[in-house]
């Protein structure tokens, strides 16, 4: 079983549609979540970050964690077609000194005009 | 414009020979990191460097060298005994933030294509 689980899609919602993405993990050292959007061809750029448990909301981005159920999601309210893009959750515990993310594999979303 | 660059954005090699990618920042980040990225799987972590001078294997490293002369500069050489090189590679680079998390920050990734 891999530590971090992501659908890989596709993904394809209608222009304005709410979008969930999720990830599930299984190490329950995971405290530290975040979420990248990474465009064909490109490298991942950092949309969100979150601590522990709770919501976290950036325009029409919310990122939510349940640490309880080792589930993260991200949503995406009044989806774009330039939303249209692979989203990358990763990971990681905080312990002094530890540098290492543990990345999904990606979901790949397409939203259509 | 602060930021990380990597280059070249497309490289091709024959098989038997090795190649250097580059990787430089200007985010005066501590730390930096080499990916490799396959279709299908995660972001895999091949080298990450804490400090100038210092750097450790991550985990796939076989057939992957690298070097952190500069605190700005960690370039990956892929050397002939790396056995599937063709893939996307991306640098990455983050300092400690507040609470003593770092948070990662990439370039616009090199793909590499062996003949």
């Known amino acids: 079983q891999k530590e971090v689980e992501q659908d890989p899609g596709p993904l394809s919602v209608p222009e304005g549609a709410i979008v969930s993405l999720n990830c599930t993990y299984s190490n329950s050292a995971f405290q530290y979540f975040m979420w990248y959007r990474q465009y064909s061809r490109k490298g991942p750029e950092l949309l969100m970050y979150?601590?522990?448990?709770g919501n976290k909301e950036d325009g029409r981005f919310t990122a939510q964690v349940d640490k309880s159920s080792k589930y993260i999601s991200l949503f995406i309210r009044d989806s774009q077609p330039s939303d249209s893009a692979t989203y990358l959750c990763a990971m990681s515990p905080y312990t002094s000194g530890t540098y290492k993310y543990i990345f999904g594999t990606g979901t790949r979303l397409k939203v259509l005009a | 414009d602060g930021g990380i660059t990597q280059s070249p954005k497309y490289l091709f090699r024959k098989e038997g020979q090795n190649v250097t990618l580059s990787c430089e920042q200007n985010?005066?980040?501590?730390?930096m990191y080499w990916y490799r990225q396959d279709p299908g799987q995660g972001l895999r972590l091949i080298y990450y460097s804490q400090i100038v001078n210092d750097f450790q294997k991550g985990d796939i490293a076989e057939g992957y060298s690298v070097s952190r002369e500069k605190k700005e500069s960690f370039p990956l050489t892929v050397t002939s005994a790396q056995k599937n090189p063709t893939a996307f590679y991306l640098c990455a680079s983050s300092t400690r933030g507040r609470g003593g998390t770092d948070t990662q920050y990439f370039g616009p990734g090199t793909r590499l294509t062996v003949l």
């Open positions: 985010l005066n980040h501590d730390a």
């Open positions: 979150t601590y522990s448990s």
